[in-house]
Structures are given as structure tokens and as C-alpha cells.
């Protein structure tokens, strides 16, 4: 930090995503197989280094990049079908997660209370119920007088920190994820409010959630087609019994659904072929996204859960920030894929800066925490 003071560092802007904190570990007196977040003590350690020391007087802005929260992995609430997607359910996940991961939650009000630092929320798919304004009071009037430091809106959907830097969760260019968060809440007679959630929501909690429970890894592992290669070696029951509920959902939830609606068998294999777009190849979506955007010089994304830095010839510079949770890659390639808990980490020399002057003032960079640790051991998942 002393070279960044030397470098006259105005501002950090730091960028998490993908987190998944849900129930805790222990529920109601039995493992939580859902849980993935296991960093606690690590995600303390990084606020506190982040709000202290040589960053104590200097604007930080931690950017929460979606998925922070996992409404979809809180398990034995007591809302059933479509009750689960309920104003009501939705409050009571909240209040489950935000007692489980108590705190994370201090931490990050001690990093509010220092001088320069705020926090930008931007809704993932697996916290989308933070759509309902009910929730966003409950979640930030946990912070008491610090609330008006952090920002979490339905209208949020790019968020610009500074000039040339734009910011997605990435869900948006799926359609098993996208929604709309101003339009996905319908209210009853009675005043009820829910949540329209995307397909994909669905089929996390009535399909992965299900065999989550057999096998703790089956969200995790990459790329998805070594897992099937993998699995029917390997793991042969299990695996064409996973196999068959996911044919069994997709055809009951999206091929009668376009069977019905469209009109030639071509209209259903292209819309089904749209539908099965998962964990997109985001470097060709980057081009497309640098070519609307013609001032963009960053673009960071989340939710694929795969850490990556690009840096295009142009001199545009590509993000995903991965994840905290812990993740099997089946590619040797990726050899140390699931060990780091990365983020983005933005330093600004001088915040009035223009974008042509963008590469003399803006370094952005990939890293990974490491944290500090006094224990000779770790806990094991």
C-alpha cells in the first residue's frame, strides 16, 4: 500500500461476486448440504484489511457483483411450491441466512463505519428476491445509521463506477436466468406479493438441490460436459438418474411450453437451443458488448463461477471475477481453479480523470485473497 501512496491512489473500487451465503453449515441441528460459502473468517479478514491500515484513509468502494445472498439453498423453510417464492418465504430466507453469516455481516458494518468506504449491491439471479423492497429494508436496516452507504436497487442492472468501467452480474445473457426486476413481482387480492422467478430458479431448487444432497459437488464441477463424461464412468447410477430428471424437467417445464406456442417444429429447436445456453463463451459476448459500448474499457462480470482476465488488442480488459465457493474443474488446464477466492481490484490515481486519459490514471487487475490465518489447520468440505 505504501507504493500506492507514493502513486497518489485516490480511490479503490473492489469487486466481489458469486459468494452463495446461505443457511450456515448447521441447520437446525443437521449438516446443511446446500451450504457453499465455508469463508467467513477469510471474508472478514478481507474487509478489515480493506477498511484499515494504509487503506484507513482512503475511498474504498466494495462492489458486491450478484450472488452475494443464495435464496435458492436455504432448505426446511417452511413455504412449500409456489408458496417458496412468496414475500413471506423470501423474508424468512433472508433472516435464516443473515443469522447464519452474523458475522460477515458485523464485518462489513465495521468496514461502512471507517471514513470513504461504501458498498454497491448489484442483484444476481440466486438473490433475486431483493426485487421485494421489504427485503432491502430488513438487509440494510441491519446496519442501522451506515444504511445510507450502501446502495441496492431494482434499477441496477449495469452499474458505471467510474468513467470507461462497467460492471454486470451476467445472468442477463441467459435466458434460464434473465429477468426483469422492475416487472417480476405480482401481487394478490389479498395483497400477497411474489416473485416471478426465471426457470432456471426453478430447476436449481426442484432438480440440483434434490441431488445436491447425494452428491455436495454436482453444482460445482466444470466444464459441464466432463461431468457427464466423468459421471457415467465413474459414477454410473447417479449419474443417469441426474441425467434423466434434467430431460424429464426441461421437457415438462420449456418443450411443451414451446410445442404449444410456437409454430414449426424449426421455431421449438431454435428456442430450446436458446434455452440450453448455459455458461456462455463470455469473451464473444464481451466484443459485442465493447462494440455497443464504445466507451467501455472494462467490462466485469460474475456468475459462471470462472475467474478469468482477458486483454484485448484494443486495450479493453475483460473480468470475471469467479467465486468464493469451492469448485471442482475436471479441465487440466485449470488446474488451481477451485482454491482461490478472486476478485477484482480497481485502483484510481485521480477520480476527475477522462477517459482519454483512462490508461494514466485507471490499473485494474485479478487477484486472489490468501488471507491470514494463525491456525496450523483448516476445516474440511
Known amino acids: 500500500m505504501k507504493s500506492h501512496q507514493k502513486n497518489n491512489i485516490q480511490k479503490v473500487i473492489l ?3 458469486d459468494l452463495h451465503l446461505s443457511a450456515g453449515k448447521m441447520l437446525r441441528g443437521k449438516r446443511n448440504l446446500l451450504e457453499d460459502f465455508h469463508y467467513d473468517s477469510e471474508l472478514i479478514n478481507f474487509l478489515n484489511y480493506y477498511s484499515s491500515g494504509d487503506y484507513e484513509n482512503i475511498d474504498v468502494e466494495l462492489i458486491i457483483n450478484g450472488d452475494f445472498l443464495d435464496f435458492l439453498a436455504v432448505p426446511y423453510v417452511e413455504f412449500y411450491d409456489d408458496e417458496f417464492w412468496s414475500e413471506k418465504a423470501a423474508l424468512e430466507k433472508l433472516k435464516m441466512i443473515m443469522i447464519a453469516h452474523k458475522p460477515v455481516l458485523n464485518a ?7 471514513s470513504g468506504k461504501k458498498i454497491v449491491y448489484i442483484i444476481g439471479n440466486h438473490d433475486a428476491e431483493f426485487v421485494f423492497d421489504s427485503l432491502k429494508d430488513e438487509f440494510k436496516n441491519y446496519f442501522g445509521d451506515l444504511k445510507s452507504k450502501i446502495t441496492l436497487s431494482n434499477s441496477i442492472t449495469t452499474y458505471v463506477p467510474a468513467p470507461g ?7 442477463q445473457y441467459e435466458r434460464a436466468h434473465e429477468f426483469d426486476q422492475e416487472k417480476s413481482i405480482i401481487e394478490t387480492v ?17 432438480v440440483i438441490n434434490k441431488y445436491k444432497q447425494e452428491r455436495s459437488f454436482i453444482n460445482a464441477v466444470r466444464p459441464i460436459k466432463h461431468f457427464v463424461i466423468h459421471g457415467l464412468i465413474f459414477d454410473t447410477f447417479f449419474t443417469i438418474r441426474f441425467l434423466l430428471s ?3 424437467y426441461f421437457v415438462m417445464v420449456r418443450f411443451w411450453h414451446f410445442y404449444m406456442t410456437k409454430r414449426s417444429i424449426k421455431e421449438v429447436v431454435q428456442e430450446i437451443l436458446r434455452e440450453l445456453e448455459l455458461f456462455q463463451d463470455y469473451e464473444s459476448l464481451t466484443r459485442q458488448f465493447f462494440e455497443k459500448n464504445t466507451d467501455a474499457k472494462v467490462l466485469i462480470v460474475g456468475h459462471t463461477h470462472n475467474p478469468s482476465l482477458r486483454i484485448f488488442n484494443d486495450g479493453t480488459t475483460f473480468i ?10 475436471l479441465d487440466l488446464g485449470q488446474w488451481n ?9 480497481v485502483l484510481i490515481k485521480d477520480k476527475e480523470y477522462i477517459l482519454e486519459n483512462f490508461d494514466q490514471n485507471v490499473e485494474v487487475d485479478l487477484k486472489y485473497w490468501i488471507g491470514e490465518n494463525n491456525l496450523p489447520y483448516s476445516e474440511y468440505h
Not at 165 to 171: A, D, E, S, T
Not at 190 to 206: C, E, H, L, M, Q
Open 15 to 17: 469487486v466481489i461476486s
Open 108 to 114: 462489513m458494518k465495521s468496514f461502512l463505519a471507517k
Open 190 to 206: 389479498a395483497g400477497d406479493k411474489y416473485f416471478i422467478p426465471p426457470w432456471g430458479s426453478y430447476y436449481v431448487t426442484n
Open 320 to 329: 470475471n471475477t469467479g467465486t468464493w465457493t469451492r469448485m471442482v474443474n
Open 337 to 345: 481453479y477451485g482454491n482461490a477466492l478472486t476478485y477484482a481490484k
Open 246 to 248: 434434467n430431460f424429464y
Open 165 to 171: 468501467i462497467y460492471l454486470q452480474h451476467g445472468h
